[in-house]
């Protein structure tokens, strides 16, 4: 079982920066991949950056590439979502989860936090 804590969300004006933290405890960090995942309203979820076991290989979706990443820090049993330029459109409720395998499919996570608010105002 692992529990999955996010911290680091609230309003921002588009152009700034933020960083969201999520903080595991329980199972072994090292044996999940990772990643942040958005749910805007009225909008499905959508996978937003992963990273996989030990840090090696990322994905992102497009409109974020460029702009956001997504540390791991194993010792810590963290992993980030380094957020840069924001959009209006980034405007969602962020959550981390955690997987067996390397993927940018929801239904492929088995772990999920309770989620954080974004909020980029004009």
């Known amino acids: 079982q692992v529990h999955l804590v996010e911290s680091g969300g609230g309003l921002v004006q588009a152009g700034d920066s933020l960083r969201l933290s999520c903080e595991a405890s329980?199972?072994?960090?090292?044996?999940?991949?990772l990643g942040w995942f958005r749910q805007a309203p009225g909008k499905q979820r959508e996978f937003v950056a992963g990273?996989?076991?030990?840090?090696?290989?990322?994905r992102y979706r497009d409109s974020v590439k460029g702009r956001f990443t997504i540390p791991r820090d194993n010792a810590e049993k963290t992993v980030s979502l380094q957020m840069s330029d924001l959009k209006v459109e980034d405007t969602a409720v962020y959550y981390c989860?955690?997987?067996?395998?390397?993927?940018?499919?929801?239904?492929?996570?088995?772990?999920w936090g309770q989620g954080t608010q974004v909020t980029v105002a004009s």
């Open positions: 989860a955690a997987s067996r395998r390397f993927s940018v499919e929801d239904t492929d996570y088995r772990y």
């Open positions: 329980g199972g072994i960090f090292t044996e999940y991949c």
């Open positions: 990273v996989s076991f030990w840090g090696g290989d990322t």
